[in-house]
């Protein structure tokens, strides 16, 4: 009733600033308006210090520029405006920016394709199978491996690179099965269909590689060195804890990959005492059958139990657009309240730009079955009460500027829906999705298209410094964690600001 009212006062002395009038309208109450709506967007009621007004200024006055040349790099495909970018000043200063956590990567893609391609398959017993459908298959063995279904032939990598008078260009021609980054993105990728394709393909030829068991210890380890180095302290990563294999053909469970992960995590950490930690979204694809995804929320369950500082919940990952919805797996993910559990929800939603189907009522469903955040969350805009339940539930979308333009949901990205939800400060973390598939590491990238791009010339510093913030406050953490987060965060934040005063 006292929110109520609020908001009826709210209404009230708004009409009256706007009310009809043949006069020159006020301009103080113009003044006032225009702060009013300022003061609603992200960051809008962050109160900047004033060494962080005079960098607020400088970046305004730089994006001021880069928004009146002749190309504007967010609204050019990513691919193209990448070298671009990285000669800007704003993505300069985004790089030293601390900017809290990563809570939406997939671990598929963590790390740059060039380590994978020049250091892990340059290592014993690697072999290499070329696919039917023009795809690669790796797998790491003590002997010839056996012929399967895709794969009738395989060579040992270490032979076949002798045989071959360029092995930089035979590098370059793996590293292309491995990432969808291309000179020609709108020649190579048509539409979303085709887009989609090769991005799956992609994880799939990845896959031999990351799941060796040695292999996969320093992936996670080389992951999170990629993201301390972008000013990143904290990662929430989506995964299937797919088996892991060694060399002999021994086959791990995923309570040994969650115990690696930990091991990994807590190593890290000891080697770089400002890196907060990392946690695991156990993730199963939308392809599954129900009695499956069932099985997987059990699975998630127990995992939670016995791990419960690593393991943070429960996501349902693939094409939204061609995948089966979260209604069509209702039994499943009821599963954790007819226990009596608790198993928090992450789920992507609103990866469409398709309105009124089944798909487009994943937001919706997200939100029936309480989730924690909504990944994409492209389609909320076009959904008026899903975003206002999110809004007053506190559920954050997970912003991925870079993943949504690549994946040809937007082209130029000033007409990302996101807009909207900036404008009206909701909920929200920026992340980057598959970094190693769109030619990327860390977060800075989408930083500055969400920054640059999506946010305009409102954007301001107090956005950055609330997003960033953001990151920390919606993460899966404990509440006496999230404290310890913030206040690690803040401290890099005074450093960063007084490095740039």
Known sequence: M????QAVVTIVSLLWFVRVTDAMPDPAQRELLMRQEASRQTGGRVTLTPAEQKLDAYLHR???QEMSAAQFLPAIHFFKAKPFIEKSSIFKLLQGMP???ALHIHSSTLVNVEWLVKNITYRPNCYICFTWDNS?????SDRQPFPRWDCFYWQLLQTLRAKIGDPTSFDNSLMQHLTLFTEDPEGEYPNQDVVWEKFEKAFIATAGLITHAPVLRDYFYKGLGELWHDNIMYLELRSGLSRTYELDGTIHDKVWTVKMFQEVTKKFIEDHPDFLGARIIISVHR?????DVKAAVKEAIQLQKDFPDVVAGFDMVGREDSGRTLWFFREALSLPAELGVTLPYF???????????DVDQNILDALLFNTTRIGHGYALAHHPLAKELSRKRNVAVELCPISNQVLKLVSDLRNHPAAVLMSEGHPMVISSDDPSMFGTTGLSYDFYQAFVGIGGLKA???TLKELAANSIRFSSLPAHLKETGLAMWQKKWD???VDHS
């Open 99 to 101: 900017k809290g956590a």
């Open 2 to 5: 006292v929110l109520l009212l």
């Open 62 to 64: 730089l994006k001021e």
């Open 460 to 462: 301001n510093l107090g």
């Open 136 to 140: 690669v298959r790796f797998f790491f």
């Open 347 to 357: 789920f992507h939603a609103g990866e469409t730009d398709v309105e009124g189907t």
């Open 495 to 497: 450093a960063f600001i």
């Open 287 to 291: 392809a599954l059958g129900v009695s």
